[in-house]
């Protein structure tokens, strides 16, 4: 075991849940979704691209300094293609400690429409406006680029929870990687709320 995989030993192993949970609530189809853990100040872990998350173990999480530089990567893996974005807003947002991108399916079908954007932005659910703030919707923006972690400097400071428009989710936590996964859920049983809402109204 490498020397920074036994120091932060216990911080990947809540990534590795964070990781396996979200894929088995359905959060990340294929090896879609990325998330990012700082254990220090200049130290995140990070998920390697072209991992199912269901499947993702210990030896896969890479780690990195807070400019993208490799502290340790494991053979044959490399960090997701949007570590950029994970590092601009923690740069943006100090107090963040975990981020995690993913695509919960009814929260990605609200987010196609501005109905459906408008209808996340509504405080239907008291756990979304207490523990996330207010659902703001990023416009889209070319996934894998510096692009994309720019587009949130408008929002970052304004809230927990985006939709970033046709690309799912991504949430903030302040306390830890496991809050990430409780964020995500949130969201998705706003976007089913809201849903349910719709159809019954029609």
């Known amino acids: 075991m490498n020397s920074l995989q036994l120091k932060y030993k216990s911080q990947i192993e809540e990534m590795i849940e964070a990781c396996q949970r979200s894929a088995e609530l359905g959060y990340g189809a294929g090896s879609g979704g990325n998330a990012a853990y700082r254990v220090e100040d200049q130290v995140v872990l990070i998920t390697p691209t072209g991992i ?7 030896e896969d999480i890479c780690i990195i300094d807070m400019d993208g530089n490799p ?4 053979q044959g893996r490399k960090p997701t293609g949007e570590a950029f974005m994970h590092l601009h807003i923690m740069k943006l947002r100090p107090d ?3 981020t995690m991108h993913a695509h ?14 408008e209808e996340m932005r509504k405080a239907v659910l008291p756990d979304a406006a207490t523990f996330l703030g207010p659902i703001l919707t990023i416009p889209y923006v070319r ?5 994309l ?3 949130f400097d408008p929002y970052i400071n304004k809230s927990n929870a985006f939709i970033m428009g046709n690309h799912g989710c991504l949430v903030c936590s302040v306390t830890g990687i496991r809050d ?11 976007a089913k709320a809201a849903l349910t809402c719709r159809i019954f109204e029609d």
Do not use: W
Request: proline share 9%; aromatic share 6%.
């Open 52 to 58: 199912v998350k269901r499947k993702i173990r210990f």
């Open 71 to 74: 502290l340790y990567i494991p």
């Open 96 to 98: 963040v400690k975990a």
């Open 104 to 117: 919960p399916p009814l929260l990605i079908g609200m987010s196609l429409t501005e109905e459906g954007a």
């Open 143 to 147: 996934p894998n680029g510096d692009e």
């Open 149 to 151: 972690g720019y587009s």
């Open 180 to 190: 990430t996964v409780d964020a995500c859920q949130v969201m998705e049983a706003h």
